[in-house]
């Protein structure tokens, strides 16, 4: 029987906002590039007039006030602060999904026992510290919030899920009719965190933390 997986699309995003920090905008930092961008002349250069080095003054000063302006917003300061959080989260959210999916697609005599000590010794603590810190995270912005509660449910689901695989596998003999059970609330669980991940990219960019 087929065990569903479903890695969080949140892992791809974090792994951005952690890793990479341009695919996410920030309004500042493209301000100071900016800034940088136009310092045309060097220290050296002796050919530019007087009127050039006004110009060069000018602009740096519309800068600084263009960078001034473009402060990130409440929102998006929240928003950052959202996904700081999630990111403490993430390496015992993989921790669990990647060892259970190294137990492979089919649940039998064979694998029986390697997948009840994975669920039992590192998959649900894991994703049970996972479900802990997600239900700690509490944004104020009534539209997060909502949006954030498909997350929390969505991983409350596939934790019991998780669950009931293990009951499922604790016998010498599997219980399908357990593991399906087990199969159907992660199932749930992946329609929750769809309903998020369609839901967290409008709102980042409606908010103007997007590019």
Sequence with gaps: MTLHLKKSWIISLITSFVLLGGVLFSPAASADAAKVSTSTYSDSDQSYSEDEDDLNEELMDELELDDAEQELTKDQKEFEKYLEQISRLVPYENKAIDTLGSVGGEVNSTNRKSMYLKLTNTVIPNYTKTVSMLKQIKPSNPELKKIHAYYVKGSYLQLE???????????NKVNSKILQQGRAKVRAAGVLLDQYEQQIYPYARNIGYLH
């Excluded at 899920?161 to 016998?171: D, I, R």
């Design 161 to 171: 899920g998780y669950l009931l695989y293990k009951q499922a596998v604790s016998k």
